[in-house]
Nanobody
Framework: QVQLVESGGGLVQAGGSLRLSCAASGNIFSINVMGWHRQAPGKQRELVASVTSGGNANYADSVKGRFTISRDNAKNTVYLQMNSLKPEDTAVYYC????????????????WGQGTQVTVSS
């Protein structure tokens, strides 16, 4: 079993910064992609950013230049540094891990965290 635990959400004024962290735990052998999605009230969940085990990052157009995703493979942890936050960034942010291989089975699975609230006031 794999668990993803997020931290770092909160309330910030527009223009401010927050750093989200997500640590994966369990009998993990490897994780292909780790990333962050977000869901605002009344909207569908959308990809914010993702990063492969090799360090290749991908960003939504709406956050390019403002958000930076990074990853510590040794700690199975992914980070999202969010700068120049806007009210439209307000959402629940979910960490996910794709194609996770654990030591007890060779078949990969995807996992999600419980989400952390980010609120940006104007």
């Amino acid at each position: 079993q794999v668990q993803l635990v997020e931290s770092g959400g909160g309330l910030v004024q527009a223009g401010g910064s927050l750093r989200l962290s997500c640590a994966a735990s369990g009998n993990i052998f490897s994780i292909n992609v780790m990333g962050w999605h977000r869901q605002a009230p009344g909207k569908q969940r959308e990809l914010v950013a993702s990063v492969t085990s090799g360090g290749n990052a991908n960003y939504a157009d709406s956050v390019k230049g403002r958000f930076t995703i990074s990853r510590d493979n040794a700690k199975n942890t992914v980070y999202l540094q969010m700068n120049s936050l806007k009210p439209e960034d307000t959402a629940v942010y979910y960490c996910n891990a794709e194609r996770v291989i654990i030591t007890t089975t060779p078949f990969p699975h995807d996992y999600w965290g419980q989400g952390t609230q980010v609120t940006v006031s104007s």
